[in-house]
């Protein structure tokens, strides 16, 4: 019977020094409440009744999601939600004993690590105006990394991450801004408009000026060329007249009935061509005396400028 006690006595006792810790974790033990030995993932054995599992803890990345409000410089509410990813700095003895006995639970670690970066966004955005916030979302990240960084590693943990996932603002704020922006929007849009309409007004008239431009350039070639029709014509016309008025005078002729002819001519041509206008011309014998004579006499001078030029 004694016996019997005593193997059930060892097998009790080698049950209670059997400690099985999980991968991802250690164990830290204690003897008379002082920190002894980790215990590292797998199969352990302790001192039974003397030595005590103090605390498991996780080296495993560990997200905690934080919600909180601040409020700027112009007193507008912010209200943040964000992710922070940390660890474990390392599985070493030392970091380990901060780990276990600097927090008396995870519960205090996770208030103390959410207050403490509720904290460092406040400050950070109490500096800040309302309309900076949403493009600050990068610098007020590497603020608060800069800020708990160090003290998590003076706890033993490490930080990984931290995303502030969104920004919003209350209900009447959000409504303001919706209205800048889209007053903004018109803003640019009229402004948008005013340069097209510009550039269109200028361009038409950059167009309209080369139209014009052009069509002087070809009037005046036009006249130009006209000019020198109508003085080819002369030139011709008085050198048809002096020619027949030279051999008029060689076959002892009135030249005066050059004029004559010139003159019917004309009224025919009136007549077939006249189309239905009226033309006032004086028919009489003096009439025609008169415009024979201004014919000579044009006549005269168109030859002596053709003698001048020859």
Do not use: C
Not at 89 to 111: C, Q
Not at 154 to 177: K, P
Not at 249 to 264: E, R
Request: hydrophobic share 45%; glycine share 4%.
């Amino acid at each position: 019977m004694t016996t019997t006690y005593i193997i059930a006595a060892l097998v009790v006792l080698i049950f209670l020094s059997i400690v099985t810790v999980q991968q991802g974790t250690v164990a830290v033990t204690t003897i008379f409440g002082k920190y002894n030995r980790t215990l590292r993932p797998g199969l352990n054995f302790r001192i039974p009744l003397i030595e005590a599992i103090f605390k498991r803890i996780s080296v495993q990345n560990r997200a905690v999601e934080l919600n909180f409000q601040a409020v700027t410089i112009d007193q507008a509410n912010v209200h943040f939600t964000s992710l922070l990813l940390f660890s474990v700095m390392d599985d070493l003895e030392e970091t380990i004993k901060k780990v276990a006995f600097r927090f008396l639970s995870d519960r205090d670690l996770m208030a103390t690590l959410s207050r403490t970066v509720e904290g460092s966004i406040r400050s950070y955005v109490a500096s800040k105006k309302q309309q900076e916030i949403l493009s600050l979302r990068r610098e007020i990240t590497e603020a608060v990394k800069s800020n708990i960084d160090h003290m998590l590693e003076d706890w033993g943990y490490h930080l990984i991450d931290l995303q502030i996932n969104d920004i919003t603002f209350d209900d009447e704020v959000m409504r303001s801004m919706s209205k800048i922006v889209a007053a903004n929007n018109l803003k640019a849009a009229a402004e948008n408009e005013g340069q097209a309409l510009l550039i269109t007004k200028t361009k038409a008239a950059e167009a309209e000026g080369n139209a014009i431009k052009i069509a002087a350039e070809a009037e005046r070639e036009a006249a130009k060329m006209r000019g020198q029709a109508v003085a080819l014509f002369r030139e011709e016309v008085a050198r048809g007249m002096s020619q027949a008025a030279k051999e008029m005078q060689n076959a002892n002729l009135d030249t005066s009935v050059i004029l004559f002819s010139m003159w019917t001519e004309a009224l025919k041509n009136f007549t077939e061509h006249g189309k239905g206008n009226v033309i006032f011309l004086d028919g009489s014998v003096d009439g025609m005396q008169k415009t024979l004579k201004e014919m000579m006499a044009l006549s005269s001078t168109d030859f002596m400028s053709q003698q001048g030029k020859k």
